[in-house]
């Protein structure tokens, strides 16, 4: 019988009382004294304890010092949701690495990018995965990368292959026992010398410039975010979790495996979303609380074999916020049979989640608002009344702050928010400002109860499936083409997606290519979730513009929002 929220709440208050910093690798290292025989990483094939993952990531450690790898350099990680990703993000951590998670639908220039600007010192990755050929990649990225890693980026000394690839690499399997030189005395020595305030993640998020920016993120800012997470959605003693959104990303990383470990619980992650094999994991491992995204959600519901699963271990849905009517919302506490319906708002600069619509939260407020901010709690500061985040507007053009209740720029403070953007000053420059405040690009106003409403992103970028998408990039890439005169990306709204990308493109003088031609173009040089859905032929002459010539991009949304594509 599950306890009130309010009680569930006391419980994670009363088990942590005083905000001790410490680091994601001791928190697992206590964990895993604590409670070595709770399960931790759950799959169909076995299940690793704390303890069993803590040692596993621990090995990982040693490898990577033995491997050369100093405290505070990069690690690159481009891995699927393995169970080696948990003891490998955990083992960065233990040898005072900062983790770079890749993004693994990425193409050959994405990650080449990446590769550079993180100046990662090491990448592990997998050979292949799904479509992806990752050591292709590297191949025309640089030749002799297995001999000589810097012609892939400066700063690269090493490349660790995880897979079943014949190349003449260090294998991942390898690591750990090449840790076999490295005494534990000498690993605890490293380890104490990392710190809460030391960077753990460099988390590459869109930007406006089509480039990504590395957001720099510290053990406590991960720590914090988490923890208040895990207070927002009112866990109780060992929840488990299943989901196949990719560790990779904040949401499945923070506000699934780092949430969680709060209440010393579990994870059961999937390689990739199928709906029958959640429905299959829930049962099997009585999961207590799914991590979907719109698409996902709508999949499982609309499934033929939706209702032959014991779905009775469930006491929550968590579901990224999407514009739907009150019912969608009431038949998936129907259909799942729970009560606890949560939603998150954040930035990945504010590490995840900033605010919360909760669980005793009515369901309207999912149709209204993206939440409030998560409760006070001995994670937050006390100059911001316990808060781990606060928001207010400001005037996005004087930068003035707005009363309350006035739609403006969002903008956030509290000891959630980023160090900067690595090797980025002036990015880092332009969304800081004094007193500690960052500009999030989001619009939109408090109302009187707390809850943020958002109205529109002032950075034109876009979510699809959950992905963040920079429309420039999508247009530098169509432009690049001699056909094409000029590209203007938008988003517009998609029941299943959130939102997907519609383009409008100028061909030039004797163009002769097909809207299909240009999506087809775009498949095979960008991520999935950055294809955009639709191309619409345009001329220069029908481009809504301002009276001193600039696109007027909104208008160009409304006009697809208003169109019927076939």
Not at 73 to 97: C, D, K, Q, S, W
Not at 148 to 153: G, K, Q
Not at 360 to 369: A, H, I, N, Q, S
Request: proline residues 6%.
């Amino acid at each position: 019988m599950m306890t009130s929220i309010e009680d569930r709440r006391a419980a994670i208050a009363q088990r942590h009382p005083v905000w001790v910093p410490k680091t994601v690798s001791a928190h697992f290292a206590d964990l895993a004294a604590q409670y070595p025989d709770r399960p931790l990483v759950m799959t169909a094939d076995r299940t690793w304890t704390y303890a069993e993952t803590v040692y596993w990531a621990r090995s990982i450690a040693k490898g990577l010092i033995a491997l050369g790898l100093e405290r505070g350099e990069h690690v690159a990680v481009v891995m699927a949701n393995y169970p080696e990703l948990t003891a490998l993000r955990l083992g960065i951590a233990f040898a005072g690495g900062v983790t770079v998670p890749i993004n693994t639908m990425l193409k050959r220039d994405e990650l080449g990018y990446l590769l550079r600007q993180s100046d990662s010192a090491l990448l592990i990755t997998m050979d292949t995965f799904r479509q992806a050929d990752y050591l292709g990649m590297l191949d025309e990225l640089g030749a002799g990368w297995e001999r000589n890693p810097a012609v892939l980026s400066p700063a690269l000394r090493k490349v660790v292959v995880f897979g079943s690839s014949d190349r003449t690499v260090t294998k991942f399997e390898e690591v750990a026992e090449l840790g076999r030189s490295v005494t534990d005395t000498e690993l605890d020595r490293r380890h104490a010398q990392v710190g809460a305030d030391d960077l753990v993640d460099i988390v590459y998020t869109s930007g406006t410039t089509g480039l990504p920016k590395g957001v720099m993120l510290t053990h406590d800012n991960v720590m914090r975010c988490s923890f208040s997470a895990c207070l927002a959605r009112a866990m109780e003693d060992g929840r488990r979790l299943v989901f196949a959104l990719p560790l990779y990303h904040n949401y499945a990383h923070i506000e699934g495996f780092m949430a969680m470990s709060w209440v010393a619980g579990a994870i059961v992650p999937q390689i990739q979303f199928d709906p029958v094999a959640t429905l299959e994991a829930i049962e099997q491992f009585a999961v207590n609380e799914p991590l979907f995204v719109p698409t996902m959600t709508l999949a499982i519901l609309e499934h033929p074999r939706f209702g032959e699963f014991d779905l009775t271990s469930l006491t929550a849905v968590m579901s990224a916020a999407a514009p739907a009517p009150v019912t969608l919302w009431e038949e998936i506490c129907r259909a799942f049979g729970v009560t606890e319906v949560t939603t998150a708002y954040g930035q990945t600069e504010l590490a995840s989640s900033a605010a919360y619509k909760r669980p005793e939260d009515p369901l309207v407020l999912l149709t209204e608002t993206v939440g409030r901010l998560k409760p006070r709690s001995v994670a937050g500061s006390p100059e911001l009344d316990g808060r781990v985040a606060e928001y207010k507007t400001i005037d996005p053009a004087t930068l003035q702050f707005l009363p309350d209740g006035q739609e403006g720029e969002f903008v956030a403070c509290g000891p959630e928010r980023m160090r900067g953007y690595y090797n980025m000053p002036d990015e880092t420059a332009e969304v800081f400002l004094p007193d500690g405040w960052m500009r999030t690009g989001d619009l939109g106003y408090i109302r009187p109860d707390g809850n943020l409403v958002l109205t529109g992103r002032s950075k034109e970028l876009y979510k699809c499936g959950g992905e963040l998408v920079a429309p420039k990039e999508i247009e530098e890439l169509l432009t690049s083409r001699s056909d094409v005169s000029q590209a203007y990306v938008v988003g517009v709204p998609d029941v299943r997606m959130g939102e997907v990308g519609c383009a409008y493109v100028v061909p030039t003088a004797g163009a002769t290519w097909t809207p299909d031609e240009l999506i087809e173009f775009c498949r095979e040089r960008l991520a999935r979730f950055k294809v955009p859905q639709q191309v619409v032929k345009i001329g220069a002459a029908d481009l809504p513009t301002t009276a001193t010539g600039k696109i007027q991009k909104f208008l160009l949304a409304d006009r697809a929002r208003k169109t019927t594509f076939v």
